[in-house]
């Protein structure tokens, strides 16, 4: 087959890799991360991805998770849009929605530190990884401190104030291992530092990227994929499923 993979940068080595491994010819598109902060910008871009993709292609991947319900309301078109039963790139970056379940369910007020993630993150944000709880709440607070005091007073409000940082008690750092492992253990560092800083629990996770590997080899079960078919869209389950088709129309 030849596919085509949409997916944010912060996954890029992972859809990489797994692209130069997979039996198939697979394209790769990548697109910034910053969409995430904006999903209804984010959804239209892919949408138009998808749209364009044409009869080259036997499918298109999509290497994201809900993403906020951005993927929400996606349609297939010419050809089947498969993706990933995955609520955020966490759950691709650990392996499994069953990994990522028991991970949320044993330690709710998370946030994750990815390599890929913070070396897409603006120096000194404190938003250098993913927020499990009320992410977008805490960037909302950030925007307004920017625009009222400047970026470097929202910066020092945001610490001080715990606007954030009370949704949290943990900081996880994923090793995917397939980076320089110098540079790894710099990202390493930094959760350390933010964990101690803030008086959160540290803990080091080892990634699985199986998800993103059967993605691009067409290991496409229906226990850990969904495949969306031309006529059909893309609709949050609500449920263990994570996510559905329905008709288009």
């Not at 912060?10 to 859809?15: D, I, K, S």
């Amino acid at each position: 087959m030849r596919l085509l993979a949409l997916t944010c940068e912060v996954l890029a080595r992972a859809v990489y890799l797994a692209a130069a491994r997979s039996p198939h010819v697979v394209d790769v598109r990548l697109n910034r991360r910053g969409l995430h902060d904006e999903p209804p910008s984010l959804r239209t871009v892919l949408q138009g991805e998808i749209d364009a993709a044409g009869p080259a292609y036997d499918a298109v991947l999509l290497a994201y998770g809900l993403c906020g319900g951005a993927a929400a309301g996606l349609r297939a078109a010419s050809i089947p849009l498969v993706v990933p039963r995955a609520h955020d790139c966490i759950t691709l970056f650990l392996g499994s929605r069953a990994r990522y379940t028991t991970e949320f369910g044993e330690h709710p007020g998370t946030f994750w530190y990815v390599q890929d993630y913070v070396e897409r993150t603006d120096d000194g944000s404190p938003f250098a990884g993913v927020g499990a709880v009320s992410d977008a709440e805490a960037r909302a607070t950030h925007a307004e401190y920017v625009a009222k005091y400047g970026e470097d007073n929202a910066a020092y409000l945001m610490e001080v104030l715990g606007a954030w940082r009370s949704h949290y008690d943990r900081a996880a750092f994923v090793e995917t291992g397939i980076a320089d492992p110098a540079a790894a253990a710099v990202v390493e560092a930094r959760a350390r530092a933010d964990a101690d800083r803030r008086g959160w629990a540290f803990e080091k996770l080892a990634g699985e990227l199986v998800l993103v590997r059967r993605l691009a080899d067409g290991d496409w079960g229906p226990d850990d994929f969904l495949v969306v078919h031309p006529g059909e869209r893309l609709a949050m389950s609500y449920d263990e499923g994570v996510v559905r088709a329905e008709p288009a129309g």
